[in-house]
Nanobody
Framework: QVQLVESGGGLVQAGGSLRVSCAAS????????MGWYRQAPGKQRELVARVTSGGSTNSADSVKGRFTISRDNAKNTITLQMNSLKPQDTAVYYC?????????????????WGQGTQVTVSS
């Protein structure tokens, strides 16, 4: 079994900061990439920021300069530091991991999502 455990989030006023973290655990051979996505009411889920095993990152234009994603490979954990938050950042934030597991026929890629954590920014 593999699971993603998310922590952080909550309610903050506009201009404030929050941090969300995600830890992957279980039967994992390696992790290709982990990232955060978000989904606001009535909208599609969108990428917020993502980091690969090699440390390459990409993020949505709307969060560049405000959000920073970091990764601890030893702990299979990522953290999203969110600064200068805006009401439009309000959404459920979901952690995602693209990883490699070992099955009966060898290694295979596996994609998993966390349960989501609410981030609410009041104006």
């Amino acid at each position: 079994q593999v699971q993603l455990v998310e922590s952080g989030g909550g309610l903050v006023q506009a201009g404030g900061s929050l941090r969300v973290s995600c830890a992957a655990s279980g039967s994992i051979l390696s992790i290709n990439a982990m990232g955060w996505y978000r989904q606001a009411p009535g909208k599609q889920r969108e990428l917020v920021a993502r980091v690969t095993s090699g440390g390459s990152t990409n993020s949505a234009d709307s969060v560049k300069g405000r959000f920073t994603i970091s990764r601890d490979n030893a702990k299979n954990t990522i953290t999203l530091q969110m600064n200068s938050l805006k009401p439009q950042d309000t959404a459920v934030y979901y952690c995602n991991a693209n990883l490699v597991r070992v099955g009966l026929q060898g290694p295979y890629e596996y994609d998993i999502w966390g349960q989501g954590t609410q981030v609410t920014v009041s104006s």
